[in-house]
């Protein structure tokens, strides 16, 4: 568990913790991941977060934290091993708590725990064009990677993101900051 504090907008501090997720905690991440989703609009609401893609990540080789804010859960990530890179699935921050350091909070944790595992890189996917995604990884050193390079998990999981919007296409050109997906990368040094 990491602590801290943090000054808000107001100027005013308040106690920050990163703490490993448990199953009970699932109603909660859930709930932030649909309040974020918002900002893709009320169609992307359509896709809440799996109850077995929670649980999923509450193993020896992923990553299954939650940030509080003076006792609030304010955002969560869910991370994995994969071969010698941690791929960051999913990092939500309740809207509540945007734009005051919780999503960078959860970042860098994301990142110094890969290197505490001895693991050379974190990865993601991303919506290419989603104003407040790539540009924010990229701020944290993350570079978008060309397609024809990926490892092999990066490009399957680019084609399942893609396959999954397919039926939602019509929604899709009305949004266009779900499609193109893009892959990004951070090496840890």
Known sequence: MREGRKADASGQTAACVIRAARDEDFPVCAAIKQSAAGLFGPDY??????????????????????????????????????????????????PVYGRRGAGTALLHHVIAEAGRRGLAAVTLLTGAKAPWNAPFYGRHGFRALPREALP????????????????????????PFILPRIAMKRDIA
């Open 152 to 175: 092999g998990y990066l490009a399957a999981g680019l084609v399942e993101d893609e396959e999954n919007f397919a039926p939602h296409l019509d929604w899709v050109r009305n949004n």
């Open 45 to 94: 609401r359509a896709r809440p977060l799996a109850l077995t893609s929670f649980l999923n990540f509450n193993n020896i080789s992923c990553l299954m934290e939650i940030l509080e804010i003076d006792s609030e859960a304010a955002g969560y990530c869910l991370a994995k091993t994969i071969g010698e890179d941690f791929f960051l699935h999913h990092l939500f921050v309740s």
